[in-house]
């Protein structure tokens, strides 16, 4: 007797090679008594408790806790309460000074302890992951644990370094984080390891569908003695996590999750100076060109999309295949997942385990569903999945068209929908065509390529030829819809920090009360002479000076009430044209910074020629002394030099991480900024703000001083005979409040810097939450002329964002 081997040649049955051929995998369970016993003995009442000031304390109310695989109650747990958040959130105010207080060495062994923690208990918690999320032991084991041990080690480097490396700083102080069930313990490491180095205390609310690591975790920090109220544990649902954010007595708040939750946090957040971080959804592009090796691609395809059940934020699930080698790929990937092992999640053969919970389970098969009933046309595997429990099968759609609800919308499942394209172009106006920015993959050996792409794509993580590959040391975060901020690295540090300031607030210019009656009537002209050449400053849009669409102009007059001047009265139609004009200018980002540092230092060399005139403005206005005006447009000029001085020397870095390639740390221009201006200093406050934005590649759309624009609108006239491009600098007068509404709410603005009223960064904070655009909003105001507030890295590192792109190399 022999079998075939499916080329041609007969093989005899009893040879190795058919014995190999016919293997079945058996089951390999991992055991998991230990686990579910101390589950059983941690909680003696019946229910796990919160972790407060070092305490277990018992909640009147629990839940139950589901295992996936099963359906099964696994275990019950506390329901927070305001009451429970409220004496989470005192805890870790009463351990901060004590927690700061320790010097950077100290914060370091404390983190060592808990990465050693972690690694001595890695296969627990391995297992109670698995039992709690649904997720195949082969990840927790080999991928999630690991990670959290390497975040902690990683982190205790950065808080011993803290003093060299981040001079000038200070730890926001009590964080509240909110994290979600895909990765428990995994995005619990991510966000409490560097908020505990930089010196923060912690408040943590666990997703109420995988809180068990968690607790395992608060265990752990108890066993080896961390500080109480250090860190704190509050389980429970939405409500909870609400409590944490609306909380007055929290400094800043990280969450991971969705991005309708993520909007529902800025608008609660609006006003309040927390600080924020987003780390949201995502439809990562899984890009394929048709050089690329295809066994390669249809693995990197299965780690993409299949990790985890697809309940990834970046997940690669859409694939976007050069339209030559579709069909090829097609059928390579469709005999891969009919091989795809899914079952009980402590199996080590099984490839995907269940998904977390039923109502998800729904989501997923109504979405696929939805998908067939708009023409695309679903595969799946000829097997079945198991019965008991929430398991759903890997699922291919191809014939999806590009405005198809499962192209757009985050199935957060094992579900990976294609599309075609023929030329890069194409194939980057795809990846782009979603509201969100989390991850993209490139697969490509023509390397010029990849490279030539990785950088056009809207998305803070780029692999080529790999794909979820993560570490520590390099930053994880996303554009657009996908939130802001970033995890790991230095980056990822620098959210959990503040910058010191060296003064504090710059009132308004005040002058004595003089003869205003005696003031205005020298000004007058002659009896019979002629009256002055109407000179009416317009607004500034897309390099062209141009009228308001209101007609109106608003009267500019000094403190003592003397007008001085009019401007243009800006609208919402003016704020369009302006930012259609800033995207118009995109060009600007592709220049070198060393172009952009000539025009900066050309900028400074013609506001140089004309400083008596423009001293003689501001004086005019704010009824300073002239020294005080010549002061204000020489440190004008200053920040100009110092901002091309930065253009060019503004780099990323080259992240060491634990694989045979490299991370590019890349710092990108955000794109159109919004720029509302502060009042005092109406010269220096613009050029502070702008300048850093345009060296750095992005285009602005700027509302200057209310109460001064005259100091604005004499700077376009510089701006225009300095080559500025025509819609990098926009310039719009008249109400700030009103103008920077009409920017927060406007899709095509990407971030938004306000300088004015709390009730004005309330209002921008609120709108922002709309696409999720980064705002930054000050209104306790600074000290412009020092340069220690005025300029320097705090406004160059809010002027980019960072995208890492990973380049594996070697055979």
Same mark, same amino acid.
């Given at each position: 007797m022999t079998t075939s081997t499916g080329a041609g040649a007969a093989t005899p049955a009893g040879s190795v090679r058919a014995l190999y051929d016919s293997m079945s995998y058996g089951p390999a369970p991992e055991g998991d008594a230990p686990v579910r016993e101390w589950i059983r003995t941690s909680a003696p009442s019946g229910a796990f408790g919160h972790y407060i000031g070092g305490q277990w304390v018992q909640a009147t109310e629990q839940f139950d806790v589901h295992e996936p695989a099963t359906g099964k109650p696994l275990a019950r747990v506390a329901q927070g309460s305001i009451a429970d958040v409220n004496a989470a959130v005192a805890a870790a105010r009463a351990a901060l000074p004590a927690w700061q207080a320790l010097d950077d060495h100290g914060r370091a062994r404390w983190l060592y302890a808990i990465a050693r923690g972690i690694q001595k208990h890695a296969r627990h918690f391995a297992v109670l992951e698995s039992l709690d999320n649904g997720k195949p032991i082969r990840e927790t084991r080999d991928i999630d644990i690991p990670l959290v041990a390497r975040h902690f080690y990683h982190h205790a480097g950065w808080a011993q370094l803290l003093s060299s490396e981040f001079p000038g700083t200070h730890a926001y102080g009590v964080v509240g984080q909110v994290i979600p069930w895909n990765f428990p313990l995994l995005m619990l490491a991510w966000k409490v390891a560097p908020a505990l180095a930089a010196g923060n205390t912690v408040v943590l609310k666990p997703a109420e569908f995988t809180p068990l690591t968690a607790l395992r975790f608060a265990e752990l920090v108890h066993e080896i003695g961390l500080p109480p109220g250090v860190f704190n544990l509050v389980t429970g649902d939405g409500s909870t996590g609400a409590a944490l954010v609306d909380h007055e007595g929290v400094d800043k708040i990280a969450f991971t999750g969705s991005t309708d939750v993520g909007r529902v946090i800025r608008k609660a957040t609006a006003g309040s100076g927390k600080g924020l971080s987003l780390e949201l959804g995502g439809k990562s592009p899984f890009i394929v060109f048709e050089d690329a090796d295809l066994d390669s691609v249809v693995e990197g395809v299965v780690d993409a999309i299949w990790f985890n059940q697809g309940q990834v934020c970046c997940a690669g699930s859409r694939l976007l295949v050069q339209e030559g080698i579709a069909d090829r790929l097609y059928d390579k990937l469709r005999d +891969?997942?009919? $091989?795809? $092992? *899914?079952?009980?999640?402590?199996d080590k053969s099984i490839d995907m385990g269940a998904i977390v919970a039923p109502v998800q389970l729904d989501r997923i098969r109504s979405l696929c569903a939805q998908g067939v009933e708009e023409g695309a046309t679903c595969w799946q595997p000829s097997w079945g999945v198991p019965a008991e429990g929430a398991f759903h099968p890997p699922t291919l759609f191809t014939n999806v068209a590009p405005s198809? /609800? %499962?192209?757009?919308?985050?199935?957060?499942?094992?579900?990976?929908?294609?599309?075609?394209? +023929? /030329?890069?172009?194409?194939?980057?106006?795809?990846a782009n065509n979603t509201p969100f920015g989390l991850a993209a993959s490139v697969w490509s050996e023509n390397i010029n390529l990849a490279l030539d792409v990785a950088p056009k794509i809207k998305a803070g993580v780029v692999w080529i030829n790999s794909t979820n590959l993560f570490d520590a040391a390099a930053g994880f975060g996303g554009y657009r819809e996908s939130g802001f901020g970033r995890e790991g690295g230095r980056e990822g540090l620098w959210e959990y920090l503040k910058l010191e300031r060296a003064h !504090?607030?710059?009132?308004?210019?005040?002058?004595?009360?003089? @003869? /205003? #009656?005696a003031e205005a009537e020298s000004d007058m002209t002659a009896s019979g002479a002629?009256?002055? %050449? @109407? +000179?009416t400053p317009k607004l500034f849009i897309g390099g062209k000076q141009a009228r308001p669409d209101s007609g109106y102009t608003r009267t500019v007059r000094s403190l003592n009430g003397h007008a001085v001047g009019e401007v243009g009265d800006g609208n919402r139609k003016d704020i369009r044209n302006a930012v259609e004009a800033a995207h118009a200018a995109s060009g600007w980002a592709k220049l070198t910074g060393h172009q952009r540092a000539q025009i900066l230092y050309y900028i400074a060399e013609n506001l140089s020629a004309r400083s008596e005139e423009f001293a003689a403005r501001i004086v005019a206005m704010t009824g300073d002394d002239r020294a005080a005006g010549d002061a204000e447009v020489a440190a004008s000029i200053s920040r100009l030099f110092t901002y091309a001085a930065w253009a060019d020397k503004h780099d990323g870095a080259? !992240? #060491?991480?634990?694989? +045979?390639?490299?991370?590019?740390?890349?710092?990108?221009?955000?794109?159109?900024?919004? *720029?509302?201006?502060?009042d005092p200093y109406p010269l220096l406050g613009l050029v502070s703000l702008v300048a850093p934005l345009i060296a750095t590649g992005n285009r602005v759309v700027a509302v200057p001083s209310a109460r001064f624009p005259l100091a604005a609108t004499d700077f376009y006239s510089v701006l225009e005979t300095s080559d500025v491009p025509g819609g990098v600098v926009n310039l719009v007068t008249g109400d700030r409040d009103t103008l920077s509404r009409t920017l927060a709410d406007h899709d095509d603005v990407d971030a938004l810097w306000y300088f004015g009223s709390r009730a004005g960064a309330t209002t921008v904070e609120r709108a922002s939450a709309a696409n999720i655009k980064r705002t930054w909003t000050e209104w306790v105001g600074r000290e412009w002329l020092d340069p220690r507030s005025g300029e320097g890295r705090e406004f160059l590192r809010r002027a980019v964002q960072v995208k890492n792109i990973w380049i594996p190399y070697g055979e």
């Open positions: +891969r997942m009919e $091989r795809l $092992r *899914v079952g009980a999640p402590l198809a /609800t %499962i192209a757009q919308v985050e199935i957060f499942g094992p579900v990976l929908v294609s599309m075609t394209f +023929r /030329t890069p172009e194409e194939a980057v106006a795809l !504090h607030g710059a009132p308004l210019p005040v002058i004595e009360g003089g @003869d /205003t #009656d002629l009256p002055t %050449i @109407d +000179r080259v !992240h #060491d991480v634990p694989l +045979r390639g490299v991370a590019l740390a890349m710092h990108e221009p955000i794109g159109v900024v919004g *720029v509302a201006c502060p």
